[in-house]
């Protein structure tokens, strides 16, 4: 059975654009969660979405929203990128809530300049 | 609110030595641990979990950590380590029912194996 995919695996931004990245669950999945991992520190739980309706939120601002969609795959998106955005973005499928078992994908290096 | 303070940034060990990884939490409410491994420009991969059952639990690769409410803490160890060992090891801790299945991970401890 795939994993979690992510898409793009890396990508160039300069600061001021907007990106978007996507995640596709593991089959059968229904919750996506996303987190940011900064070089050296462990990952910061970002969002989760399950069922297509947002579930928790972390303490990152209103530049970055999600959404999940009725196949079960989610987008991340940023906007107005800052320097310091730079960072691994990892998503994570479960099959249900709370307490639940995450599987990570192998992220998405996302490089602002 | 969940915390978790991985003691040691780096450990070293030599092939075959016993490997040990310090984790401490904080949770208001019984915690679900969780410990994931992370190789280099790649994502984490579930290594074991604790929920509330044994409190010696066993995972993949040889590994196992134990879950001590008294000392709040979820160590993980191998009795033997190997060279394909050397990964940055995370700790991760997420409380039953809360919103959002939110895992709150500690720093990472990066471990080194010596031939």
């Known amino acids: 059975d795939a994993g979690v995919t992510q898409s793009p695996t890396h990508l160039i931004k300069t600061r001021g654009q907007h990106v978007t990245l996507r995640c596709s669950p593991i089959?059968?999945?229904?919750?996506v969660s996303w987190y940011q991992q900064v070089l050296g520190q462990g990952p910061q739980f970002i969002f989760q979405?399950?069922?297509?309706?947002?579930?928790g939120r972390g303490n990152f601002p209103d530049r970055f929203s999600a959404r999940q969609f009725p196949n079960y795959s989610s987008e991340l998106n940023v906007n107005a990128l800052l320097l310091g955005d730079s960072a691994l973005y990892l998503c994570?499928?479960?099959?249900?809530?709370?307490?639940?078992?995450?599987?990570f994908g192998p992220g998405t290096r996302l490089t602002v300049t | 609110a969940q915390s978790v303070t991985q003691l040691g940034s780096h450990v070293s060990v030599s092939e075959g030595a016993l490997v040990l990884l310090r984790c401490n939490y904080s949770s208001s409410v019984p915690p679900y641990l969780f410990w994931y491994v992370q190789y280099p420009n790649q994502g984490l991969q579930l290594l074991l979990k604790y929920t509330s059952a044994a409190t010696l639990v066993k995972g993949i690769n040889g590994f196992e950590a134990e879950f001590k409410k008294s000392e709040t803490s979820f160590h993980l160890t191998k009795p033997s380590a190997h060279m394909s060992d050397a990964a940055e090891y995370f700790c991760?801790?997420?409380?039953?029912?809360?919103?959002?299945?939110?895992?709150?991970f500690g720093g990472g401890t990066r471990v080194l194996v010596k031939p």
């Open positions: 089959s059968g999945h229904k919750s």
């Open positions: 991760a801790v997420t409380a039953p029912g809360a919103a959002g299945n939110k895992l709150t």
């Open positions: 979405y399950y069922e297509k309706e947002e579930r």
């Open positions: 994570a499928s479960s099959f249900g809530t709370a307490g639940t078992e995450q599987y």
